[in-house]
Structure formats: C-alpha cells, structure tokens
C-alpha cells in the first residue's frame, strides 16, 4: 500500500525558510513521480512542483519560481521542498502525492500525504 507522510511545516517570518519532507513507504521512488501541492484557504489546490521517476524536475507555479526548490533521495525514499524567501502568500497546507507521471493537476493523482501546514506571518 502507497503511503506518504509529509514533515517540516510550521510557523515561519516573511523571508525565512522550510524544508518540507515527504516519506514513502509501500513503494520505491524509481517508479513513481511525486509531487508537491499546496491549497490556501477559500483556494483550489495547485501543483508547485513534481520530479519524475527519473529525477526530472517540472516546476509549475511562476510565484515559487527561484524560490522552490524539489530533490529527492532515494536511498531514504524521500522527496524535499526546499522553501526560501518565503512570502505571506505561500501560507498554505502542503501536500505530496504519488502517481506514474507529473502534472499539475491534482485530480490525476491517487495517492495523498495528510498535509503539513506552513505559516509565513510576522
């Protein structure tokens, strides 16, 4: 069974930082794209960014771009999204999901995280 567990949200000021991990278990990252979606309040969930099974990294939202950044270790089975310069805007409850491919839309994917939440406030 797919399993994925998201770590590394919380409470953070308007120009720090967060890591943001996402587990696997039930499968190995070789075979499976993961990607990371965010949804703020009263918003749809977006796709931010995903990486292949093959580690090719597809970023899809122009608001994070240069500040997002996705990798993987597949030794330990884990998907990180690096956060800098972060933004009140990127307050959101962040998710990782598991499918065949990338894209950005959230429908397309099986497999879900519980969600971590990240706060940018002062």
């Known amino acids: 069974q797919l399993q994925l567990v998201e770590s590394g949200g919380g409470l953070v000021q308007p120009g720090g930082s967060l890591r943001l991990s996402c587990v696997a278990s039930g499968f190995t990252l070789d075979y499976y794209a993961i990607g990371w979606f965010r949804q703020a309040p009263g918003k749809e969930r977006e796709g931010v960014s995903c990486?292949?099974?093959?580690?090719?990294?597809?970023n899809y939202t122009d608001t994070v771009k240069g500040r997002f950044t996705i990798s993987r270790d597949i030794a330990k089975n884990t998907v990180y999204l690096q956060m800098n310069s972060l933004k009140p805007e990127d307050t959101a409850v962040y998710y990782c999901?598991?499918?065949?491919?990338?894209?950005?839309?959230?429908?397309?994917?099986?497999?879900w995280g519980q969600g971590t939440q990240v706060t940018v406030s002062s």
């Open positions: 999901a598991a499918d065949f491919f990338c894209t950005p839309m959230p429908r397309h994917f099986d497999s």
């Open positions: 990486i292949t099974s093959s580690g090719e990294i597809k």
